[in-house]
């Protein structure tokens, strides 16, 4: 009996202890998670249509007052890798970030391809310049960038060329997704056995990027 009295004794301590550490932090985190400042940092989730199909998208606002030069992050193929560091980054420096997900990609609306991923920067570039967006998200339409990775740097090239209110282009280990893509046999066959994977990127495979 007394082995057991000890034994509910130290059960009891020990939760009574977590309990403690629990509230500790909880109030710790109700302390150092609340917005700092009066403008200060933030997120909001966006819902930009292309085409009259919606995309998932997000922006993350930079503190301070007044406007921000705003960077469109455009991510690879297919976006595993979606370089959110990156606008964490920008956004400390004080550039307002959009991410998205290209139609047919990671649950955006409609089918992928590479034509239709062109078209959706231009949507989303369009989305951000609009006069009621632009106000409500403190961002400077005089200040546009867009970067992307892999595909996304593809992309950012672009962009810049068919909009001329772009400022800014930047492209990283950028792929040529043009006719460098079906360069070779061999280069078809790696890209089209790959596509054939990539179950997040609706109605698209290997056939189609022989296609294209």
Not at 9 to 32: K, Q
Not at 122 to 138: E, G, P, R, T, W
Not at 149 to 155: L, T
Request: glycine residues 10%; neutral net charge.
């Amino acid at each position: 009996m007394k082995t057991n009295s000890a034994l509910i004794s130290m059960l009891f301590a020990s939760r009574t202890l977590f309990g403690a550490l629990f509230s500790l932090l909880l109030l710790s985190n109700n302390v150092f998670a609340k917005a700092q400042g009066e403008h200060p940092a933030g997120i909001t989730e966006l819902t930009i249509e292309s085409s009259g199909q919606r995309m998932s998208g997000i922006i993350y606002t930079a503190a301070g007052e007044g406007l921000h030069p705003t960077m469109v992050l455009l991510h690879g193929y297919p976006g595993n890798e979606k370089n959110l560091d990156v606008a964490q980054a920008m956004r400390s420096e004080g550039w307002n970030v959009v991410f998205f997900h290209y139609r047919g990609a990671w649950g955006s609306e409609g089918e992928f391809s590479f034509q239709g991923a062109e078209a959706d920067v231009q949507a989303v570039l369009h989305y951000i310049m609009n006069k009621d967006i632009a106000k409500k998200s403190a961002i400077d339409t005089r200040k546009i960038s867009v970067v992307g990775h892999s595909m996304g740097g593809h992309m950012a090239l672009a962009g810049i060329l068919d909009n001329p209110k772009v400022s800014c282009a930047v492209s990283y280990d950028g792929a040529n997704m043009g006719k460098g893509l079906l360069s070779d046999e061999a280069t078809v066959k790696m890209w089209s056995d790959y596509s054939d994977q990539l179950f997040m990127l609706k109605g698209w495979s290997g056939k189609k990027i022989r296609q294209k």
